[in-house]
């Protein structure tokens, strides 16, 4: 069932009050610059803003009459006064709700609203996004936590260093003198955050409040990071959250509260408490971490019967319940839905897709091929035709049942740990065999040796191959196929063995290069973390032989398992060879273009005697620090002593004469001097979960990472001055154009 409006209006109403902060510490808190936008006009000040469709329904879950679906934001976001329609939503109002209602009101009756009419609106009513937060000291901070001294190179040990005190950058806490105190229905203001408790970490960026599935990669860097008493405040918020709104939003502002995403609260619980054997938090946690999975159960779980085996399994799949545009993405959703060079929709299609368009963002793979009916209609330079083909809630992901499988597990063996409540125990245990069962039945393909996401529409799997396949050995789910035989275990991860030595950077979500940012030719540092677990979760007994060769005059990609990644060599993406302007052969022995002698470019040094999973953790776990490493680099990141700056001439290809180095969400399966690129906003910098698993990889992999060897920009300039374009230029206001080795070094965070 859904969560009722009435009762999650009311939650709203008294949830977002901060209870009153602890003290601050004696420590000096870091001086954050925030950067605000400024309203600027899309076209003349006086032009009309364009002509609108008809208004969505009001959402009852989103009660703001002015950040909510309505005839105020929805005529702002058609003047397109900002470059994100996020901006605007995270704007808290600098006049009483009534005085903007009614200024607005004053502007739209009548004549029709021009573009400086909405510019004047914008300056005279609303102050700066994000000033509602405010940076906080790290009183606990150590400058030399414990797994520095796994790292034995000294210049992948001082960027881990330095990644390390970025965390004292993005912590933040509620700035309480800046809240809009009292809901929406009177105070001195209105606002959409909703104010935190305890301090916590943003990812960066436009991402300026706390984020749920980012905040698991987040936490295990701060576990590295031993700031275990930050790790307890995330805990904390999420449970403050759970009591008042029943489960975990996609992130701290109201216009979430129709959704989720990926449900690792209790996994983010479990290392926690593994890390600091702080058992006292369970007291308050373990219920709570109940009552989000019974929101899990009871909102998101259908009853699937198994077209291979006759069996019935409950299982969860991502459904939102929303017909209006996202608020934080109401232009990008508004122009999907009603592109004027695309047929039509009814108002029951248009709120069709709308819930669709909500549903992906739970996912938190917004958005995907994995996703749509028809991922490559449109073409990648116009996605509204493929996204208006998503049928998320028609799908059992791979990904979801995996996490909530794990969920219950570990939630036993924590019951387990405390000695009580054994009936609780023996419940989830049930639960998470079920669920195994149902993975296995529907989402394991055992001739391909991977999973896919159940297709309830056409009741049978679909074809398209993700990162998603290995979420299920991340969480403990190891089929027996893959355990009982090292030949398929390797052939389980022979695409990331292809990409490692076909590529210059890791692991894409998909091979499919659709426009989508969760798609090709993007990796993105989670699955990176999620594939090194999958390996390391195998057994020894079919890890321990050498990494198979590819038969002569073959390459790397006819070592994969016949159709299991649904894509012929040729249509693969391309490598560029640097200097040439050219990309790599497609077949053949000269495809491998990254391939050496026992290893990979970028890929650590061969070990004799090393067993292929060791081999593909020891190359993935350095390509991975080349991508991060290379990339801050590349936009003005040194190191005294060890890296120098890059000269002008160099940083001149980045944009980043005046740059310090960007830590990026996603990086590029083929350059790792780039950022990805693709979806409906710009790249961004900061990143929390980036820095988490950079730090984890130190940790973990330390004794066998080398100092990478980052390709020459000034090589890459000849190439850079041809432009690839955003997959939403043509039709959204977010979209950039992105250079095609630069890739969108500007107009990023200012910490």
Same mark, same amino acid.
């Given at each position: 069932?859904?969560?009722?409006?009435?009762?999650?209006?009311?939650?709203?109403?008294?949830?977002?009050?901060?209870?009153?902060?602890?003290?601050?510490?004696?420590?000096?808190?870091?001086?954050?610059?925030?950067?605000?936008?400024?309203?600027?006009?899309?076209?003349?000040?006086?032009?009309?803003?364009?002509?609108?469709?008809?208004?969505?329904?009001?959402?009852?879950?989103?009660?703001?009459?002015?950040?909510?679906?309505?005839?105020?934001?929805?005529?702002?976001?058609?003047?397109?006064?900002?470059?994100?329609?996020?901006?605007?939503?995270?704007?808290?109002?600098? @006049?009483?709700?009534?005085?903007?209602?009614?200024?607005?009101?004053?502007?739209?009756?009548?004549?029709?609203?021009?573009?400086?009419?909405?510019? @004047?609106?914008?300056?005279?009513?609303?102050?700066?996004? /994000?000033?509602?937060?405010?940076?906080?000291?790290?009183?606990?901070?150590?400058?030399?936590?414990?797994?520095?001294?796994?790292?034995?190179?000294?210049?992948?040990?001082?960027?881990?260093?330095?990644?390390? =005190?970025?965390?004292?950058?993005?912590?933040?806490?509620?700035?309480?003198?800046?809240?809009?105190?009292?809901?929406?229905?009177?105070?001195?203001?209105?606002?959409?955050?909703?104010?935190?408790?305890?301090?916590?970490?943003?990812?960066?960026?436009?991402?300026?409040?706390?984020?749920?599935?980012?905040?698991? %990669?987040?936490?295990?860097?701060?576990?590295?990071?031993?700031?275990?008493?930050?790790?307890?405040?995330?805990?904390?918020?999420?449970?403050?959250?759970?009591?008042?709104?029943?489960?975990? $939003?996609?992130?701290?502002?109201?216009?979430?509260?129709?959704?989720?995403?990926?449900?690792?609260?209790?996994?983010?619980?479990?290392?926690?408490?593994?890390?600091?054997?702080?058992?006292?938090?369970?007291?308050?946690?373990?219920?709570?971490?109940?009552?989000?999975?019974?929101? %899990?159960?009871?909102?998101?779980?259908?009853?699937?019967?198994?077209?291979?085996?006759?069996?019935?399994?409950?299982?969860?799949?991502?459904?939102?319940?929303?017909?209006?545009?996202?608020?934080?993405?109401?232009?990008?959703?508004?122009?999907?839905?009603?592109?004027?060079?695309?047929?039509?929709?009814?108002?029951?299609?248009?709120?069709?897709?709308?819930?669709?368009?909500?549903?992906?963002?739970?996912?938190?793979?917004?958005?995907?091929?994995?996703?749509? @009916?028809?991922?490559?209609?449109?073409?990648?330079?116009?996605?509204? $035709?493929?996204?208006?083909?998503?049928?998320?809630?028609?799908?059992?992901?791979?990904?979801?049942?995996?996490?909530?499988?794990?969920?219950?597990?570990?939630?036993?063996?924590?019951?387990?740990?405390?000695?009580?409540?054994?009936?609780?125990?023996?419940?989830?245990?049930?639960?998470?065999?079920?669920?195994?069962?149902?993975?296995?039945?529907?989402?394991?393909?055992?001739?391909?040796?991977?999973?896919?996401?159940?297709?309830?529409?056409?009741?049978?799997?679909?074809?398209?191959?993700?990162?998603?396949?290995?979420?299920?050995?991340?969480?403990?789910?190891?089929?027996?196929?893959?355990?009982?035989?090292?030949?398929?275990?390797?052939?389980?991860?022979?695409?990331?063995?292809?990409?490692?030595?076909?590529?210059?950077?890791?692991?894409?979500?998909?091979?499919?290069?659709?426009?989508?940012?969760?798609?090709?030719?993007?990796? %993105?540092?989670?699955?990176?973390?999620?594939?090194?677990?999958?390996?390391?979760?195998?057994?020894?007994?079919?890890?321990?032989?050498?990494?198979?060769?590819?038969?002569?005059?073959?390459?790397?990609?006819?070592?994969?398992?016949?159709?299991?990644?649904?894509?012929?060599?040729?249509?693969?993406? /391309?490598?560029?060879?640097?200097?040439?302007?050219?990309?790599?052969? @497609?077949?053949?022995?000269?495809?491998?273009?990254?391939?050496?002698?026992?290893?990979?470019?970028?890929?650590?040094?061969?070990?004799?005697?090393?067993?292929?999973?060791?081999?593909?953790?020891?190359?993935?776990?350095?390509?991975?620090?080349?991508?991060?490493?290379?990339?801050?680099?590349?936009?003005?990141?040194?190191?005294?002593?060890?890296?120098?700056?890059?000269?002008?001439?160099?940083?001149?290809?980045?944009?980043?004469?005046?740059?310090?180095?960007?830590?990026?969400?996603?990086?590029?399966?083929?350059?790792?001097?780039?950022?990805?690129? =693709?979806?409906?906003?710009?790249?961004?910098? =900061?990143?929390?979960?980036?820095?988490?698993?950079?730090?984890?990889?130190?940790?973990?992999? /330390?004794?066998?990472?080398?100092?990478?060897?980052?390709?020459?920009?000034?090589?890459?300039?000849?190439?850079?001055?041809?432009?690839?374009?955003?997959?939403?230029?043509?039709?959204?206001?977010?979209?950039?154009?992105?250079?095609?080795?630069?890739?969108?070094?500007?107009?990023?965070?200012?910490?």
């Amino acid at each position: 069932m859904q969560l009722t409006a009435a009762v999650l209006a009311s939650a709203l109403l008294q949830g977002v009050r901060a209870l009153p902060q602890g003290p601050l510490s004696s420590a000096t808190a870091p001086s954050i610059t925030l950067s605000t936008a400024v309203a600027s006009p899309s076209a003349p000040l006086s032009s009309p803003v364009p002509s609108q469709v008809p208004l969505p329904p009001t959402q009852a879950w989103c009660p703001s009459r002015i950040f909510c679906a309505g005839s105020l934001i929805q005529t702002v976001n058609l003047a397109r006064p900002y470059a994100d329609p996020k901006t605007f939503v995270d704007k808290p109002t600098s @006049k009483s709700s009534q005085q903007v209602l009614s200024d607005f009101s004053s502007i739209s009756n009548g004549s029709a609203v021009t573009e400086g009419d909405i510019v @004047k609106f914008l300056d005279n009513d609303f102050s700066g996004e /994000g000033l509602e937060l405010e940076a906080v000291a790290l009183a606990n901070f150590n400058a030399q936590p414990a797994f520095l001294q796994n790292v034995s190179d000294p210049l992948v040990k001082a960027f881990s260093q330095t990644v390390h =005190g970025y965390w004292e950058q993005l912590i933040r806490q509620t700035n309480s003198s800046a809240l809009c105190p009292e809901g929406t229905e009177s105070g001195k203001c209105e606002s959409t955050l909703i104010p935190l408790n305890h301090t916590f970490v943003v990812p960066g960026g436009r991402f300026r409040e706390q984020y749920y599935w980012d905040s698991f %990669w987040i936490v295990e860097g701060l576990i590295k990071s031993e700031l275990f008493d930050i790790v307890n405040d995330t805990l904390q918020n999420f449970m403050d959250e759970i009591e008042n709104f029943g489960f975990i $939003p996609n992130g701290g502002r109201i216009y979430y509260l129709d959704r989720s995403q990926p449900p690792l609260f209790v996994h983010m619980l479990a290392d926690y408490v593994a890390a600091s054997n702080d058992t006292s938090i369970l007291k308050r946690a373990l219920p709570l971490a109940e009552a989000e999975l019974k929101w %899990w159960t009871d909102n998101r779980t259908l009853q699937v019967k198994s077209p291979f085996t006759n069996q019935t399994y409950a299982m969860a799949h991502y459904a939102v319940n929303n017909t209006a545009p996202r608020p934080e993405s109401y232009l990008q959703d508004y122009l999907t839905a009603n592109d004027p060079s695309l047929p039509a929709l009814s108002d029951d299609e248009r709120a069709n897709l709308y819930a669709e368009l909500a549903s992906g963002a739970e996912t938190g793979w917004d958005y995907s091929s994995r996703w749509m @009916k028809d991922p490559l209609a449109g073409g990648s330079n116009n996605t509204n $035709p493929a996204l208006r083909t998503l049928n998320i809630r028609q799908l059992i992901p791979v990904c979801l049942n995996s996490i909530l499988y794990k969920a219950h597990s570990l939630l036993a063996d924590l019951y387990d740990a405390q000695n009580e409540d054994a009936s609780s125990a023996a419940a989830h245990r049930s639960t998470a065999a079920s669920l195994r069962a149902g993975i296995l039945d529907l989402l394991w393909d055992s001739s391909k040796l991977a999973f896919y996401d159940f297709n309830l529409t056409s009741n049978a799997r679909n074809s398209i191959f993700t990162a998603a396949t290995f979420y299920p050995l991340w969480n403990g789910i190891i089929p027996d196929e893959v355990a009982s035989s090292s030949d398929n275990a390797f052939g389980y991860f022979a695409a990331v063995n292809m990409v490692l030595n076909r590529y210059n950077g890791t692991m894409p979500v998909t091979f499919l290069e659709t426009g989508q940012q969760w798609d090709a030719p993007n990796a %993105w540092p989670p699955h990176q973390y999620i594939i090194l677990e999958a390996l390391r979760a195998l057994p020894t007994n079919v890890t321990s032989a050498a990494l198979p060769t590819p038969p002569s005059g073959k390459s790397s990609f006819d070592l994969i398992p016949s159709g299991q990644i649904g894509v012929d060599e040729s249509a693969l993406p /391309g490598q560029l060879i640097i200097g040439s302007g050219k990309n790599a052969t @497609k077949s053949g022995p000269e495809a491998d273009v990254s391939k050496r002698n026992g290893t990979v470019f970028n890929g650590g040094n061969a070990t004799d005697g090393e067993g292929w999973a060791a081999t593909l953790q020891r190359e993935l776990a350095n390509r991975y620090v080349a991508s991060t490493l290379c990339s801050w680099h590349a936009t003005g990141g040194e190191i005294p002593n060890l890296l120098p700056r890059l000269s002008s001439k160099e940083l001149n290809v980045t944009q980043s004469q005046n740059n310090t180095g960007n830590m990026f969400e996603k990086f590029s399966i083929s350059d790792i001097d780039s950022a990805g690129r =693709g979806g409906e906003y710009t790249v961004q910098a =900061g990143f929390g979960w980036t820095n988490g698993v950079l730090l984890w990889v130190a940790s973990n992999y /330390g004794d066998v990472l080398v100092a990478p060897s980052c390709p020459d920009l000034l090589a890459q300039a000849p190439t850079t001055s041809t432009t690839k374009t955003n997959a939403a230029t043509s039709a959204k206001a977010a979209s950039v154009s992105l250079v095609l080795l630069s890739a969108a070094f500007v107009a990023l965070l200012n910490f």
